[in-house]
């Protein structure tokens, strides 16, 4: 009989899985394992609407025949299983296409010295399990103060949670690490006024300890004053004007910014940045950092999805772009070395993706950068996503408050925002106000660059 491999440490696991796929005529392999527990408590209206913990445990095994690869992935983790995963990954490496830009990376250039101090270092793992009544409180708590806000008619609940996740790699290059993290959540979501003319807003707070999670009558009282203040929004006529954006949705221009140094999308010649390297991209003033080693980052790692170690970067700086965000593969195709920022799932292949990305904060409050505009735009929602990535052309849906000398006044929706992420870029200018809410964050940023697009 099969004897099930959950109780066996996870690394031994890997390094029986990717020995027995070398023995079995792969060239090279690397597996991972992941484990996850979730907890989650919602409510709405001031009863328990849903109660939610499940445990997951995922494997996956890459192999190459040469330059051909495969991925496959299982939840069973018993000794027959895991033979047949070897048996059926090799057969499909055989019959995939050649890729000349694959592989793993060599072993002198993997991080094999990650220690426990290390993983200390980082300090991403919140010892202490909430429990179901503690999240209940902070979603009552949080629904509470948001619904005692004057003008809130009713709400779309309240979401308290916990996550733990672990990682765990090994490849046939000699590497092995492994990786965890805890996560709390809390959000809070209500509507302001009645009929045809209801508003809605929300607010959150994301932390790794639970004691970090913040006040939630503070958050619920913010979520219900958000939700009034766009009570009787106006449109406006359209016109081109300085457009700021409140800075929990301004990492949109960070996420439009990654997808433009993506090294696959370089590769294959489809971002608008792509013959911009060493150039200024941005006002002078703007630097972009990645740092995966941040204390208590909600995206920090010591290894990527390659093995690779993990260090800070700036991909901007002083406006200038320093390099493209790139894995092992991508990175061989363009000709250079990667970038540290391989990541991957158990189904998929590594791929580029950031890790704790942010806009360095500028000099200057909020209320300064827009104490100048005679008229212009705050915006504190956007709907939808139009970017094209080829162009840098953008447009997209925006309500928030218009701005009239230098003060935010009335609210307003209903209208578009258009331009060109190129133009954006070189004239955007950065408020102070940065904070670390998504491990993609920036501060208020201000584009005087876009066309207001209303009646």
């Given amino acids: 009989m099969n004897s099930p491999v959950q109780t066996i440490d996870p690394l031994t ?6 020995e027995m796929a070398i023995k079995s005529g792969a060239s090279d392999a690397d597996a ?69 830009y694959q592989g793993i990376a060599d072993y002198l250039a993997v991080n094999t010295d990650i220690t426990a101090s290390d993983v200390r270092r980082l300090d991403l793992i919140d010892p202490v399990e909430p429990t179901v009544e503690w999240l209940s409180s902070l979603a009552e708590e949080a629904e509470e103060a948001a619904r005692k806000v004057p003008k809130i008619s009713n709400s779309d609940g309240a979401n308290a949670g916990w996550s733990r996740t672990k990682a765990h790699m090994v490849s046939s290059n000699g590497f092995q690490g ?47 004053e958000r939700a009034v203040a766009k009570l009787n929004p106006q449109t406006v006529m359209t016109l081109k004007a300085p457009v700021v954006f409140e800075n929990h949705i301004a990492n949109f221009l960070l996420r439009s910014f990654i997808g433009a140094i993506n090294g696959n999308s370089i590769a294959r010649g489809t971002s608008f940045l792509k013959d911009q390297l060493g150039e200024l991209v941005f006002n002078p003033e703007i630097t972009i950092i990645d740092d995966p080693l941040r204390i208590r980052g909600f995206r920090s790692r010591l290894f990527d999805g390659d093995g ?29 070395s ?109 584009t005087d660059s876009l066309t207001i697009a209303g009646n």
């Fill in 178 to 224: 492994s990786q965890e993290a805890t996560r709390h959540s809390l959000s809070v979501s209500v509507l302001a006024g009645s009929g045809t003319a209801m508003e809605s807003d929300y607010d959150y707070s994301v932390s790794i300890y639970g004691r970090d999670i913040g006040d939630p009558k503070t958050i619920g009282r913010t979520a219900g």
């Fill in 308 to 336: 690779l170690k993990t260090e800070a970067r700036k991909f901007i700086d002083n406006g200038v772009l320093t390099s493209w965000m790139m894995d092992l593969r991508s990175a061989k195709q363009l000709g250079f």
């Fill in 338 to 446: 990667s970038t540290g920022h391989a990541s991957r799932s158990t189904a998929s292949p590594p791929s580029p993706s950031p890790s704790n990305l942010y806009f360095a904060p500028g000099a200057v409050s909020r209320a300064d950068l827009i104490a100048d505009i005679k008229q212009g735009f705050f915006v504190t929602g956007l709907m939808g996503f139009g970017v094209n990535g080829v162009t840098g052309d953008y447009s997209q849906g925006a309500s928030g408050f218009w701005i009239e000398n230098g003060e935010i006044t009335y609210p307003v929706s209903g209208v578009t925002i258009a331009g060109n992420l190129k133009d954006m870029f070189r004239d955007l200018t950065l408020a102070d106000d940065l904070e670390f809410r998504s491990g993609i964050d920036s501060p208020t940023a201000r």
């Fill in 32 to 100: 991972l394992i992941t484990d996850s527990v979730v907890l989650g408590v919602s409510q709405r209206l001031n009863e328990r609407e849903g109660l939610e913990r499940s445990e997951s445990r995922d494997l996956g095994l890459r192999v190459l025949v040469g330059k051909q690869q495969a991925i496959v992935s299982s939840t069973d983790l018993s000794s027959k299983s895991l033979e047949a995963l070897v048996e059926r990954a090799v057969a499909m490496a055989k019959l995939a296409p050649r890729d000349e």
């Fill in 13 to 18: 696991v890997l390094q029986q899985l990717v």
